[in-house]
């Protein structure tokens, strides 16, 4: 019934959340690589950092290159981290719901990354550069020279980890999933629609801990906040078998 949802309903699904204590080891890996990252990158500006929260990295930001600081590699879990996030309660409930699954290594840039590509996103306050524009992950499938394993079939785990509750969350067109739409891959390596599809767009409320799970045809897009917070998520790449 799950799959049927993915693949011929809304392309979604939102009833999934980690728990308390999941929410929190997720957080203590999050901010210890924050930190990290931070000191080893920006030693003389670290100051500013080491008593701001995650939530409140946008208030000190333009002291340091932002667009640079980032890349993801440094925002990859380490396999420590993974083995640990494999142990939470939620990927027995994905195994009940969804199959057979595996959170992959493989990535359509870099093609196998030697350890599960499960990597998490900051998102400052008004800033829609640091969002994601509408695309569907499918589409840099397609312009991949890596191809995923027969039989299989990309989905898309989003979940939240430091959010304003209730008013911040992914955009998603409904159904985009069962049509082709026409899309460009510009600078930074960004990919949107060549027609705008706003009009289709609705914003999934989430609250901490919640996990959106997607098609990888899905349209969808990252919501930039408007209140005083950095948005910070999670992103994990699961295949599954394909239901012809």
Not at 77 to 83: L, M, R, Y
Not at 99 to 121: K, M, Q
Not at 175 to 201: C, L, M, N, P, R
Not at 203 to 208: A, D, E, M, Q, R
Request: glycine share 6%; charged share 25%.
């Amino acid at each position: 019934m799950v799959m049927n949802e993915l693949n011929e309903g809304t392309g979604f699904i939102t009833n999934l959340k980690l728990s308390t204590s999941e929410l929190a080891t997720i957080r203590n890996f999050i901010n210890k690589s924050y930190h990290d990252n931070l000191k080893n990158k920006y030693q003389d500006n670290y100051s500013l950092f080491l008593n701001c929260p995650i939530e409140e990295y946008h208030k000190s930001a333009h002291m340091i290159n932002h667009s640079e600081a980032w890349p993801k590699p440094v925002r990859i879990f380490s396999k420590e981290q993974v083995d640990a996030i494999k142990k939470f309660s939620i990927f027995s409930v994905l195994s009940k719901v969804l199959g057979e699954f595996s959170a992959t290594d493989l990535c359509p840039v870099n093609g196998h990354l030697g350890r599960e590509d499960i990597y998490w996103r900051l998102v400052r306050p008004f800033e829609k550069s640091d969002a994601a524009l509408m695309h569907a992950d499918y589409w840099f499938w397609q312009r991949s020279k890596y191809s995923l394993p027969k039989g299989k079939q990309m989905l898309k785990a989003w979940i939240a980890v430091y959010c304003e509750p209730g008013k911040a969350g992914l955009m998603v067109v409904p159904h985009s999933q069962k049509q082709e739409y026409e899309f460009t891959i510009g600078e930074y390596g960004k990919a949107t629609t060549v027609k705008d599809v706003s009009d289709k767009a609705t914003v999934i409320p989430t609250n901490p801990g919640d996990i959106i799970i997607f098609h990888d045809k899905l349209l969808h897009a990252g919501v930039v906040g408007t209140n005083d917070r950095t948005r910070v998520s999670i992103e994990i790449s699961i295949l599954v078998d394909k239901k012809n």
